[in-house]
């Protein structure tokens, strides 16, 4: 058995997040586009109360050009794939957006995938007290 060191950033939020994807990936299967993906999660997003934005613009730079599928609680940072692979450029995508929004947690998401592996992302620059 593997122990984990230290506390984990927003456990509970983060659990509930990935059985929602799961459940979507469960019912859509692995051949849908980002878009169905993202109307799935928001539908599921109402069902459970929480609270979330979906296409939310950062300012970077003096304008708004950081658009991230999802924004969670305003604590987490989800981001919807459906390609085969995830590369590099997905997780520095997710830095910046991270880093815009000065979010501490971001989760990349691969519906694409035969078995789903969320990917969580910390933004090392915002320091944030656990709220669990």
Request: net charge positive.
């Amino acid at each position: 058995m593997r122990t984990i060191k230290g506390n984990v950033i927003e456990k509970d939020l983060s659990y509930q997040l990935v059985g929602i994807f799961f459940r979507i990936h469960k019912e859509l299967g692995r051949f849908c586009r980002e878009r169905q993906y993202g109307d799935a999660l928001e539908r599921e997003l109402k069902t459970s109360g929480l609270r979330y934005e979906r296409e939310r613009s950062y300012l970077v730079g003096g304008r708004f050009s950081n658009r991230v599928d999802f924004t969670i609680e305003g604590r987490i940072i989800v981001d919807l794939k459906a390609k085969r692979f995830l590369e590099e450029n997905d997780f520095f995508q997710m830095k910046r957006y991270l880093k815009s929004a000065s979010i501490k947690l971001g989760i990349i998401v691969n519906f694409r995938a035969k078995y789903i592996h969320p990917k969580r992302v910390l933004n090392n620059e915002v320091i944030v007290t656990n709220r669990s």
